[in-house]
């Protein structure tokens, strides 16, 4: 490759990579930038040329470039092997993922000081997924090392639409996922988490249906549910649920808006040998089945609710900010006096602290106590640099309920 073009950043952004943050936000200094193309790879220097970082560019975002590493380096094949193997033998000395988990985060982008790239690990597969299009011409070198590296059988590209939010209503059935190199994966590829058996998908949807991040959260689960009534709100394709099943829960019932979805629940209950018949599973918005318990006096042991960042079904629309109090209002009357309420969120742009106010602000609505006896975040194969707060992105919040 030629040699990295030095571009000239801000005192601002100066400051900002000093500190360890990856992003360069765009400002007047970058847009000077003369002669750039998307998946260039530059060295950024101050005013007076001293070098700060290596990063490869998108130009016309937001955030114009990321930091690949600290030091001047070339992006090819040996670079990018052996990045690829720190983030292998984190997850194999440290985490000791393996065995009973074949689902899991291979590479976490900036956790893994591969910015805007996530690998995941489904059984002999592989799901790369490109959360900065800067990597589209470096796509090439980032299969060849996974495939010398790791030896899949298929690597698959989950393609990330930019305009999320208008797309979850209506992404059932479409394809997002090509294969790159190797044999197609089945249509539901069956995997392990914690030895429970999902099936999952690499072509269809925007997700998978198993959220990774969560793995270590369902343990959590499994260790509260062994003869409780558990209800699952925004229960997706049961993941939550058969946890509890396995644990033991008396009676697990699952409510979500896509009946699509709840019949995917259905089948990884049968994976498991569980008889989904003797749980409950409810097609329906979940405010208007919360409405309905509550005037039945239906009661739970736990109440876990994890619902997306946003999403619009045909009678209500849900947003983090806000919804969530109102969700904890709602769910509050149908828990037990002691019961657990275990609410999760995985938006980005709200920290931990406002996540609290939410339930704050729902539990006064709902006039009772709530006790956090315990919080906890995604799991170790989704790390992030303590330079980089962005990382630390899911909220899991347990709460006993007090009246």
């Known amino acids: 490759m030629t040699k990295n073009s030095p571009r000239i ?29 998307n998946g260039e790879i530059a060295s950024l220097v101050d005013s007076s040329g001293k070098f700060l970082a290596t990063a490869i560019v998108e130009p016309n975002e937001r955030i114009v470039a990321r930091v690949v590493d600290r030091k001047p380096v070339t992006l090819n094949h040996s670079w990018l092997v052996s990045r690829i193997k720190a983030a292998v033998a984190l997850r194999r000395n440290q985490l000791k993922i393996g065995g009973d988990t074949t689902a899991y985060r291979l590479i976490n982008a900036e956790g893994d000081f591969l910015p805007g790239i996530t690998v995941d690990s489904y059984g002999n597969y592989l799901m790369l997924q490109l959360y900065a299009q800067s990597w589209r011409p470096h796509i090439g070198l980032l299969t060849n090392a996974l495939e010398e590296l790791l030896k899949p059988v298929g690597i698959y590209e989950k393609n990330r639409p930019q305009k999320t939010r208008e797309l979850e209503a209506v992404s059932e059935h479409k394809n997002y996922g090509r294969l790159l190199v190797g044999k197609p994966a089945p249509q539901k590829l069956e995997v392990l988490e914690n030895g429970l058996k999902f099936c999952v998908t690499l072509e269809q949807d925007l997700n998978s249906g ?11 689960l499994m260790r509260r549910a062994n003869g409780k009534r558990v ?62 318990m509550a005037k039945s006096r239906t009661e739970f042991d736990i109440i876990l609710m994890d619902p997306p960042s946003f ?78 707060p962005e990382g630390r992105y899911l909220k899991y919040v347990v709460s006993v309920k007090q009246s």
Request: with cysteine.
């Open 231 to 292: 209800l699952n709100l925004f229960s997706y394709t049961g993941a939550f649920s058969v946890a509890a099943a396995a644990a033991g829960a008396q009676r697990v019932t699952s409510v979500d808006a896509s009946a699509r979805y709840t019949e995917w629940a259905k089948n990884n209950f049968h994976l498991n040998r569980f008889n989904p018949q003797q749980h409950e599973f409810i097609v329906a918005d979940c405010m208007t089945v919360l409405a309905g």
């Open 210 to 220: 198993l959220f990774l991040d969560q793995r270590e959260n369902r343990l959590d």
């Open 311 to 388: 999403s619009t079904t045909s009678k209500s629309r849900f947003t983090t900010r806000g919804g969530t109090s109102d969700f904890v209002a709602a769910a509050l009357p149908l828990l037990k006096d002691g019961g657990v309420l275990i609410t999760s969120s995985n938006h980005q742009k709200i920290d931990l602290a406002d996540y609290l106010k939410e339930l704050r602000r729902g539990a006064l609505q709902g006039g009772c106590q709530l006790q956090v006896i315990a919080m906890g975040s995604q799991g170790g194969d989704f790390p992030y640099p303590v330079t980089f």
């Open 9 to 37: 950043v801000s005192h601002e952004t100066v400051r900002m990579i000093e500190l360890g943050h990856p992003w360069i936000i765009a400002d007047s200094f970058t847009k000077k930038w003369r002669n750039i193309k």
